[in-house]
């Protein structure tokens, strides 16, 4: 029960966040920088380094551990997305525990070529539902988590690597 409200905590921060960003963006419209977003602006003053990730959603996500136990789930069933830099996604961890993570996504690397495309950034923000990484008994924690996408025109796959961890998943673009 507790792990299911807070992952309803989790969503609601995320949607109220979104919600700011998309309030502040429509009030910075009447501006002649109107195409900055208020992420961007905020992120100028150094505290989250890159260019906001393009809108996505992630579908499905497979681990492999570097090190530790064989025994950990491979197929985590990632659903999760990035709007407007922000991000959210809920995922069966290794030890088959529901995960929430929120939080914020940014490119630091991007090349092109044709229709071919390599976004390389990083996440950061917070998960709940990991039990022996938690800060007290919150089952919350900090996350920082590096990726590759690499997509062909809208759909694409994404690497990432976090701790004892690479994953690789199917991800599609949208406006």
Partial sequence: MTTRWSSYVLAIAFAVGINAQVGAAEAASADAAADVRPIDKLCKWGLLPGESARNSIYLGMWSYHLWGDSDYRTNNQ????????????????????????????????TRTRQDLRLDVGY?????????????GNTKLFPLLQFYADVAYKQVGVQFTWVGQAATAGFLIRFP
Avoid: K, P
């Fill in 78 to 109: 990632l659903i999760g997305g990035v709007y407007r830099g922000c991000y959210a996604g809920t995922f069966v961890n290794s030890n088959d525990d529901r995960t929430t993570s929120v939080g914020w996504q940014r490119d630091f690397y």
């Fill in 123 to 135: 996440r950061v923000g917070i998960m709940h539902g990991y039990d022996e990484f938690s800060i």
